[in-house]
């Protein structure tokens, strides 16, 4: 009993960081989404991943010196900075054409297709309760892009190609946990993002006569830089099983943040998608963690 009492209060830390890094990362996207229709993207991703490089660095280097840069697949390392690159692009293109609340809904079915790559790439058993969360979710997706509606746009697709992409991130991520320290797998994947990103940014560069804009693409970063952190922190306090369900807060950061910056509510329709992929994916990513199978993170903007 006594070993409880103690654990308990570094569980609810662990419970409150999660759900203050999920605030963080509904704040970037609700950035994102804002910076997205005046600023070139990949200007925007260089300023995203230039401050999680830097801050990194900054913060770890001096307190792990070398032993920060060792690592036994550097080639895994750059493309773990390629896929997460390719995804935030998606997702800066689908934020600039879709609400947020929706945005964030449509990502999270990632842990259910992660499940799904596991059992073909690690050869992992999907139970028929899995294969029907997998189903439940994919069907709010149906529900919430409602293909053949009149509100149905190309652009809706683009999550999709997102939750594809940083699903075999996650892969890799798992690949990578097993001998990787993931405050080095942190490091290199913010450098690697924004080296890519360097090379573009001659092309995408445009000055910016806003100060609004200037304070958002720091915030963006900050955001960005602190939710990672935070995460970090929080699966130290807490286990897995734990923390999973709360992942699922951020879709309601999203919504209340694409109420109080756009003034949009989602309509019936969507709400109803999004509450199948919150329920049905929170459920599937627990079973995923309490099955020890790919560790669950949120796709990143």
Same mark, same amino acid.
């Given at each position: 009993?006594a070993?409880?009492?103690?654990?308990?209060?570094?569980?609810?830390?662990?419970?409150?960081?999660?759900?203050?890094?999920?605030?963080?990362?509904?704040?970037?996207?609700?950035?994102?989404?804002?910076?997205?229709?005046?600023?070139?993207?990949?200007?925007?991703?260089?300023?995203?991943?230039?401050?999680?490089?830097?801050?990194?660095?900054?913060?770890?280097?001096?307190?792990?010196?070398?032993?920060?840069?060792?690592?036994?697949?550097?080639?895994?390392?750059?493309?773990?900075?390629?896929?997460?690159?390719t995804?935030?692009?998606?997702?800066?293109?689908?934020?600039?054409?879709?609400?947020?609340?929706?945005?964030?809904?449509?990502v999270?079915?990632?842990?259910? #297709?992660?499940? +799904?790559? /596991? =059992? %073909?790439? @690690?050869?992992?058993?999907?139970?028929? *309760?899995?294969?029907?969360?997998?189903? $439940?979710?994919?069907?709010?997706?149906?529900?919430?892009?409602?293909?053949?509606?009149?509100?149905?746009?190309?652009?809706?697709?683009?999550?999709?190609?997102?939750v594809?992409?940083?699903?075999?991130?996650?892969?890799?991520?798992?690949?990578?946990?097993?001998?990787?320290?993931?405050?080095?797998?942190?490091?290199?994947?913010?450098? #690697?993002?924004? +080296?890519? /990103? =360097? %090379?573009? @940014?001659?092309?995408?560069?445009?000055? *910016?006569?806003?100060?609004?804009?200037? $304070?958002?693409?720091?915030?963006m970063?900050?955001?960005?830089?602190?939710?990672?952190?935070?995460?970090?922190?929080?699966?130290?306090?807490?286990?897995?099983?734990?923390?999973?369900?709360?992942?699922?807060?951020?879709i309601?950061?999203?919504?209340?943040?694409?109420?109080?910056?756009?003034?949009?509510?989602?309509?019936?329709?969507?709400?109803?998608?999004?509450?199948?992929?919150?329920?049905?994916?929170?459920?599937?990513?627990? *079973?995923?963690?309490?099955?020890?199978?790919?560790?669950?993170?949120?796709?990143?903007?």
């Amino acid at each position: 009993m006594a070993g409880l009492a103690r654990t308990a209060p570094h569980a609810l830390t662990g419970i409150a960081l999660q759900v203050a890094a999920m605030a963080c990362f509904a704040l970037l996207d609700t950035t994102t989404k804002f910076i997205s229709a005046s600023v070139p993207v990949l200007m925007a991703l260089w300023f995203r991943y230039a401050f999680q490089a830097v801050a990194t660095t900054v913060a770890v280097l001096p307190v792990r010196g070398r032993s920060l840069l060792r690592t036994a697949h550097p080639r895994f390392q750059c493309l773990r900075g390629v896929l997460l690159l390719t995804s935030s692009m998606l997702a800066f293109f689908s934020l600039k054409y879709m609400p947020v609340g929706e945005f964030t809904a449509i990502v999270m079915i990632s842990p259910l #297709v992660i499940t +799904l790559l /596991a =059992s %073909l790439t @690690l050869g992992e058993r999907v139970s028929a *309760l899995r294969w029907a969360l997998v189903i $439940g979710g994919f069907l709010g997706t149906l529900i919430i892009i409602r293909p053949g509606d009149d509100t149905f746009d190309w652009t809706m697709l683009l999550p999709l190609a997102l939750v594809a992409t940083h699903a075999w991130f996650q892969i890799l991520t798992s690949r990578l946990a097993r001998t990787e320290d993931p405050v080095t797998t942190h490091f290199y994947t913010g450098w #690697v993002s924004m +080296l890519i /990103a =360097s %090379l573009a @940014l001659p092309f995408a560069w445009t000055w *910016l006569d806003s100060w609004t804009l200037w $304070g958002g693409l720091v915030l963006m970063g900050v955001m960005g830089t602190v939710g990672h952190f935070m995460m970090i922190l929080a699966y130290g306090r807490a286990p897995a099983s734990t923390l999973t369900p709360f992942l699922y807060t951020q879709i309601g950061f999203a919504m209340i943040g694409g109420w109080l910056a756009f003034s949009h509510v989602p309509d019936r329709w969507s709400i109803l998608g999004i509450a199948l992929i919150a329920t049905c994916g929170a459920a599937g990513a627990w *079973l995923s963690v309490r099955e020890t199978r790919v560790p669950v993170a949120p796709p990143e903007s």
